[in-house]
């Protein structure tokens, strides 16, 4: 699939060269409007995002805020960030990531050590009660049930470095659909793409990081900055484990460029996205535009009101998760 990929991350018109010019003219070309006086006030303003309702399962939003920092470090700071501070968090604790880890291309034992501890223990232990588990709620294959439930931690570690070095391998092509149901596949590589397609101009402008994902983190064309991790979440009141990848690159005019993704979710939802636009803005500081898409299951979203529901908590998440970049930024 990442051939297809390729074929839909169009060439970007060229960026504008003056610094104040390029912002706008990059948020022009994708269709946005900068809230500059709310953004001059400090405020975080988000807006919904996704153009078209053909995929009934995505959430989308989007979010601007002005950073106390030039491009290169606010990217690198998205890049590397942490929500956990580098803390095992409990349950009961703020957020929905309770740990995270990054690690290398080449992940060692000592990567899965907390991941170890976290499920010898409430509540991340109901992780390996995947036995009987009703169809599409476990995002595992029946072969790979089958190896958690005879190794349990030892079994989601094969599991979970096989997906790895999968994606490192082969990109998102290799990375099948996982069960969402009786004899139903949700393939979130081909869903997102067919959302990107349809959102052509945010598509086109984060063409190399977007490309970047789809062939594991690699581009071998232009120097890029990468991240690999893992992290146990909270998700609908049940314990998780996602595999993500951000990668970050510059730009042309002082712009970068992050994309950040979950290209495996054990439950919950099926994959997400952020891209990060950050452009210099004058004094120091970066104007930052956040896009985020999530997929989940469309049957929580049918109804009206559960959709708005969805919709303002997902809203609340990408601007929570933006007002902590900023203070972390702030403090630095």
Known sequence: MAAGWVAFLLVAVSLAGAQEGGWKEDLKRMGFEVPVEELEKGEIVGQKWIVGGARPGFLGAKAFFLAPAKPEKVARTVLEFDPTDGKDLNWTDEGSVKIY???ARSPGPETWNRFRTALGKTPFDLLLQVEGRKEGKIHLHPEEIEKVIAG????????LEKKIQTYHRGGWKENIGVPAGSEAL?????ELR?????N???RDEFRRVLTALAYGGQDKKEPLQV???WQLMEVDKAPAIALGCAVMKQGTGGRYEV???HYFVSNGYFGAISLYGVWPYGDGKSLVCRIDAVETDPEQLSQATARMIGEALFMKEVKG???TILDRLKGS
């Open 101 to 103: 880890q990054s690690f």
């Open 227 to 229: 991240q690999d991790y």
């Open 259 to 261: 994309a950040d993704m």
């Open 152 to 159: 349990k931690i030892d079994g989601w570690v094969g599991v």
């Open 321 to 323: 998760g933006c007002k």
């Open 194 to 198: 067919e959302v990107l397609k349809e």
């Open 200 to 202: 052509g101009p945010v």
């Open 186 to 190: 949700m393939d979130f590589d081909e």
